[in-house]
């Protein structure tokens, strides 16, 4: 199995789904944003605040190009897709998974999360919204997550794959 990736926005559900897909299909998951903290030894917000956005993305960058690319489950973080660089990559050795969810939604999921340093105010959440969406829809498959159990969404993202 080539790598599957996962992305979609913040909230969207990429790191609960990967991790049940793990579990299904006895296929290792890593996440980037974990990968990024063990490796600076910073949280994101850290990162964000100490060095910037632009640094914490060349970070995402690099991780996502040392991890395998088969027989693994690779999330993503929510802004991996507004580097051309790492879009093509992930199309390239594998498996695009973009997992859509109604910004309304998002919203109320991440209501008090204080932990997402671009979910600041709800008008520029919108706003990146909006800008990423294009990118994300260059995905090879869409799942939508809105008001949808984790064990639906498994299914239709099986059902997805082997239909195509």
Request: aromatic share 10%; net charge negative.
């Amino acid at each position: 199995m080539k790598a599957l990736y996962v992305t979609g926005f913040m909230g969207s559900g990429k790191t609960t789904i990967g991790r049940a897909l793990s579990e299904r299909w006895n296929v290792p998951v890593i996440d980037t944003d974990e990968q990024v903290e063990m490796r600076t030894g910073k949280r994101v917000r850290e990162i964000f605040e100490q060095e910037g956005e632009m640094a914490f993305r060349r970070y995402e960058t690099d991780i996502l190009k040392s991890l395998p690319a088969e027989n693994i489950i690779i999330t993503t973080g929510g802004g991996v897709v507004g580097k051309e660089e790492n879009r093509r990559w992930m199309q390239e050795h594998g498996t695009v998974l973009y997992l859509y969810c109604e910004p309304q939604h998002i919203v109320q999921r991440l209501r008090g999360d204080t932990t997402r340093p671009l979910f600041q105010e709800t008008e520029s959440f919108f706003a990146l919204f909006r800008s990423r969406q294009s990118l994300y829809e260059e995905a090879h498959y869409t799942v939508d997550t809105t008001n949808k159990a984790i064990e639906d969404i498994i299914n239709e993202i099986e059902e997805t794959i082997k239909r195509k």
